[in-house]
């Protein structure tokens, strides 16, 4: 028995041995590993054999997606069964490559493909259902750029070992156009009304024009046909028409152009057009009757509630005036924390009076109350930074208009990208319904705090010059501004330091102050020689003379405070600025200038040394700009007055006023700029306003394709000159024909005749007006590039001439020379008889040359903008084309006459000098094009 029960148990355990998985094994996989595969197989070794268990782990493997062929063996081994999972990987998608496509790039398509989650990628698994997804997305993007013929076929070449190569062969065929728009039944709206309400299919054109209005057709795009359709109905339910039925368009596609020989631009290839024909049934014109609110808790004043709905009783009833209406409903509540507020407008029509009546059911939803601000992505800028500028505070009721406030005041900054208020990835708000408080996160994204430029080139008065300059916003995260300024050139250098607290003592006083040092050459034959195209260099020594030569030393500093009213957008300032200056005359014309401009106490050479300017500006600004860099919405407003004399040499007074508007189109995707600056500047107490200060214009800051400081208006300063009398063979006539002239020596001692004449001095003493103005379109291209087309127009004209006051020192000395040689006469130290004094004498100011004088200036052309993030300032290169600039002769106002010299040959042949030395017609010729590139914006 005992044996009997063995055998039997031996025989059991054999059996049981036989029905036990003792290995699976995984064949066949290159790509992806076997413990991958085996953790979608629930069966493990030593589980009990199962046919329906192994059919789940083959489902379960199938699913994965990477296999094309899938199967299931099992062995018989001494342990048990051993179960074989042999598997064919799908192969890889090594390339993919497009044949024929032109109409749209391979990121459009790629673009696609994320779009529509065609998963077809290089290196995934290759899958046919894939594939002719990717055709019908491609197909799908072909015919939104007008290809609606577009054939297709893909080709799958194998790669050894175990990869393919995927090409689609694109045969686009004919772009189809927009043909004829017409609409039947439309008998009160004009069709040029209705196709011009059709943004996407609508010919380009000229709008509302009685012809040039289909002068390009635009590209058939099916999808777009029935956002179309809805721009109809509501061009007719803006009009009153609220009932309009616009039925689906109805398209017909034929033939256009020439299939044969045609003439290029003339005639047009063979193509194919949709005409599109909209049935619409207009029904009756409604007006508004009335509009009546329900269940409005919160504001009772039913007035005050119709007021915010830009429609007036009997008006034509407006479905976009209403939409606005509804809009300024929500934004009234929530400026009282009523955050889920919805009104829900129920109309009812009169048929018979032709009457819409509103009822607008207010639901007000809850009170809410800031319960907590909270600030994320602001890894450098502290809390107190971004909260000292928030218009909502913890604690009160929520409302919407002050937070709005609150992002523009911190986009002002600059410290972040923009922050827009209706954008759920910037403000998160938690509610908590039971107790009415809502917490807010605003979620920032912050940009370099470092601004690294580097500008040069080469200007026309500041010659070539490298740039560069440091900044930095946001000081350690505290929201304070550090700048270092240095530029270095062969006619000009200058180095700025300067510091801003916008928060000083923890309150809202802005403090700031700048330490500078300017040097700059003004060389006048350089400006000259750009006016005329002649080489300075071939200009005789004594017509260099005749023009300004000078350089400027300046060193100082400036200190300000400016103070918010009411924690709004109108700021109060002041500033106080001191400044020494020195001019080096270093030519004749720049030392009788600055002795005889009266614009210090004194005259004479000390009259250029130590120039002390001791000025205060106190000044008003009203910014409400959506951005510190490329805004695209809002105003600003800035106006003040310098005022010099508090101490010092200089006394001069100078009202500023500046306005610049952004206006948004294109769905806030480009704006249109405008700006304004309008400037004066007048001595007071006797004494007129440096020469150095007034206006000189040109420059990428106010008409960018004049060189910087070149637009000014032209002037003749009256003074004395002596030219030696020469024979014609050019040698000098003595006074005493004893002993020969040398020109050496100084005169009387040279023995040489010598003529007094007068000289007039051509001088560019700039104008003490300054307006100018700057228009452009702002086109966003990618990101931070724009292109930007733009127009600046300005004038610098002298009203005052007053204001350039001849000292009476140099006057009387000009109007009391006896100017010419009538005879010579060797008893005289000069060789001559006694001449004349002008008559009439001129007038004591500078002689302004009228053509110069409120002479306009424009530039026009085209700027690519672009924001370099690596040095967190903008970069831009420009061309421009003057169509107004200065083109003609200058003659001075007091010529040499020939009856100024003795009869005679020598008497021509001096004259005749005297002209072409003394009293030049001088060519003024500004540049017809400009191209730079800087570091800046214009405004």
């Keep these: 028995m005992p044996v009997l029960l063995l055998l039997l148990a031996a025989c059991s355990l054999s059996w049981a041995q036989t029905d036990v998985i003792s290995e699976i094994n995984v064949t066949g996989n290159r790509r992806i590993p076997a413990d991958n595969v085996r953790a979608h197989i629930f069966t493990k070794a030593g589980d009990i054999y199962d046919a329906a268990s192994l059919e789940r782990d083959f489902s379960s493997v199938w699913n994965m997606g990477y296999f094309e062929d899938l199967r299931i063996s099992r062995e018989q081994t001494p342990k048990g069964w051993r179960v074989i999972f042999q598997v064919k990987e799908k192969p890889t998608i090594r390339e993919i490559n497009y044949v024929g496509l032109s109409s749209v790039s391979t990121s459009d398509v790629l673009d696609r493909f994320k779009q529509e989650k065609v998963g077809l990628v290089v290196e995934s698994q290759y899958d046919p259902t894939r594939i002719k997804k990717a055709e019908n997305a491609i197909k799908g993007l072909l015919a939104e750029h007008g290809r609606q013929f577009a054939t297709m076929r893909s080709e799958v070449r194998l790669i050894p070992p175990a990869a393919v190569g995927i090409t689609f062969v694109v045969k686009e065929g004919p772009k189809v156009k927009v043909g004829k728009i017409r609409f039947t039944g439309n008998k009160n709206i004009k069709t040029r009304i209705l196709r011009a309400a059709m943004k996407n299919l609508k010919p380009i054109g000229v709008p509302h024009s009685i012809f040039l209005e289909n002068i390009f057709a635009k590209t058939y795009d099916a999808t777009k046909l029935e956002e179309d359709t809805e721009r109809v109905r509501a061009e007719y339910q803006n009009r009153g028409y609220f009932k309009v039925v616009v039925s689906d368009p109805k398209t017909e596609i034929h033939d256009t152009g020439h299939k044969g020989a045609h003439i290029p631009l003339l005639q047009g290839g063979a193509g194919k057009a949709v005409d599109i024909t909209m049935p619409i049934d207009e029904g009756d014109k409604y007006r508004l009757g009335k509009i009546t609110f329900k269940n409005n808790k919160a504001i009772t004043n039913v007035a005050a509630l119709r007021n915010l709905i830009p429609l007036k009783d009997g008006d034509i009833f407006s479905r976009e005036k209403i939409a606005k209406g509804l809009e300024n409903l929500r934004k009234a509540y929530g400026q009282i924390g009523y955050i889920n507020y919805t009104g829900i407008p129920n109309t009812t029509f009169d048929d018979e009076k032709k009457l819409a009546t509103l009822e607008i059911d207010v639901d007000e939803g809850k009170q809410f109350y800031v319960r907590r601000i909270e600030f994320t992505g602001n890894t450098t800028t502290r809390d107190k930074v971004i909260r000292r500028e928030l ?45 009415g408080q809502v917490d807010l996160t605003l979620k920032v994204k912050e940009k370099g705090k470092n601004s690294i430029g580097l500008n040069g080139g080469v200007s026309g008065l500041e010659g070539a010059f490298i740039g560069v300059n440091y900044s930095t916003n946001n000081f350690l995260g505290r929201g304070e501004t550090l700048q270092v300024q240095i530029s270095v050139g062969n006619l000009a250098r200058s180095v700025l330091f300067g510091y801003t607290q916008p928060y000083m003592f923890d309150r809202p006083l802005q403090f700031g102050f ?150 948004p189109v294109q769905k806030r995707r480009n704006a249109v700029g405008f700006n304004v600056q309008g400037s004066y500047i007048s001595g007071w107490g006797g004494l007129v306003a440096p020469p150095f200060q007034r206006f000189f214009m040109g420059g990428e800051y106010d008409i960018r394709g004049f060189d910087i400081r070149s637009v000014s208006p032209i002037a003749f300063l009256p003074s004395a000159g002596s030219i030696i009398l020469r024979n014609k063979d050019g040698t000098p006539v003595p006074v005493n024909a004893a002993r020969p002239c040398n020109t050496a020596l100084p005169s009387p001692q040279s023995n040489c005749t010598t003529v007094p004449i007068p000289v007039d001095q051509i001088v560019f003493p700039g104008g003490d007006l300054s307006l100018f103005t700057n228009l452009e379109y702002r086109i966003t291209i990618a990101g931070p590039v724009a292109i930007v087309p733009f127009v ?144 800046a914006t214009t405004f």
């Design 391 to 435: 218009a909502l505070e913890e604690g009160g009721v929520y409302n919407s208009q002050l937070w709005e406030l609150s992002l523009l005041r911190l986009n002002q900054l600059s410290y972040f990208d923009q922050l827009k208020p209706d954008d759920p990835n910037v403000t998160d708000k938690k509610l908590d319904e039971k107790n």
């Design 514 to 663: 700048n330490v500078f040092g300017n040097k700059i050459n003004f060389n006048q034959a350089r400006q000259l020689s750009l006016f005329s195209g002649q080489n300075a260099g071939n200009l005789p020594s004594a017509v260099l003379q005749n023009l300004q030569n000078y350089s400027q030393s300046s060193v100082g500093f400036s200190s300000s405070l400016s103070y918010p009213l009411h924690r709004s957008f109108k700021r109060l300032g002041i500033t106080y600025s001191l400044d020494r200056s020195t001019l080096l005359p270093l030519s004749n014309a720049s030392k009788n200038l600055f002795d005889f401009i009266a614009f210090r106490g004194i005259s004479g050479p000390n009259a250029v040394n130590g120039i002390i300017t001791s000025k205060i500006f106190p000044n008003f600004s009203f910014n409400t700009l959506d951005s510190g860099i490329s805004p695209h919405h809002g105003h600003q407003m800035s106006l003040g007055a310098e005022f010099a004399g508090i101490g010092g040499t200089v006394r001069s007074i100078r009202p500023i006023i500046q306005y610049k508007q952004f206006f």
């Design 792 to 935: 600046d127009t300005g004038i610098d004209p002298i009203i005052r001439r007053s204001q350039l006051q001849i000292a009476t020192e140099q006057y009387t000395g000009v109007i009391s020379t006896y100017f010419g040689c009538p005879a010579p006469d060797p008893t005289q130290p000069n060789g001559c008889q006694q001449g004349s004094r002008l008559n009439p004498p001129p007038a004591q100011q500078l002689q302004v040359l009228n053509s110069t004088n409120w002479r306009p200036r424009m530039s026009t052309g085209l700027e690519l903008q672009m924001f370099l993030p690596v040095v967190n300032a903008p970069f831009r290169i420009y061309w421009a084309y003057n169509p107004v600039r200065l083109d003609n002769q200058a003659t001075p106002p007091i010529p040499v006459t020939r009856s100024m010299f003795p009869i005679g040959e020598a008497g021509n042949y001096t004259f005749a000098q005297a002209v072409q030395t003394y009293s030049p017609s001088f060519l003024l010729r500004e540049p017809r094009k400009t191209f730079r590139f800087t570091v």
